[in-house]
């Protein structure tokens, strides 16, 4: 099937089918969320294929950073069902980065005195090659470093440095990651790579 799709990439929405690696999905998954954004309208404004279980507010403010491994981001923004993208003061995730199910992105809080207004703030950076378990919410002005891991059910409240590895409510650094080998180490250990 790579095959097929690499031969007829001249016509647009095969190249995006095959760049963006949507037809790792799986054809079924692929058909649904297609036709949940192209007939039924849920989720059209965004320039990318979000799992039909999915929901985005402010689409265009969703961000993928451009670079030769983002095609993993688009991934899992097609596979990762019931996440929450809400998107006002804007989220840029980067390339290499993939989260699981039910994940929250929350960009904005509301207004204490007036409930039908957001608070202007700095968006969600994500940074290259992160990992998010299943069931995270990442909170408004947060941003985490690259190579990072983010454990299931974890809420990221303060941002998480580079090649850390966080969990819990609120979401605290436990162990960090080599720079050059990748693997877990203790917060005061070096690694033997």
Known sequence: MKKTLQILSFIPFIKRLNNRR????????YLINSFFKKILGINRKGNYLLHFTSRVNSPKKLIVEKGV????VYLSLATSGGCYYQAINGIEIGEGTIWSYNCSFISSNHSYADLSMHLKSK????????WLGSNCVVLPSVSIGDFAIVGA???????IPNYSIAV?????VIAKRC???????????????
Request: proline residues 4%; charged residues 15%; hydrophobic residues 25%.
């Open 22 to 29: 949507y037809y790792a999905t799986g054809f079924g998954t």
């Open 69 to 72: 491994n983002n095609s993993t």
């Open 123 to 130: 968006g969600i950076k994500i940074g290259k090659n992160v």
């Open 153 to 159: 059910g974890s809420v990221v409240t303060k941002n």
């Open 168 to 172: 819990g409510n609120p979401a605290k």
């Open 179 to 193: 720079p050059k080998c990748l693997n877990k180490i203790k917060i005061n250990e070096n690694c033997n790579c």
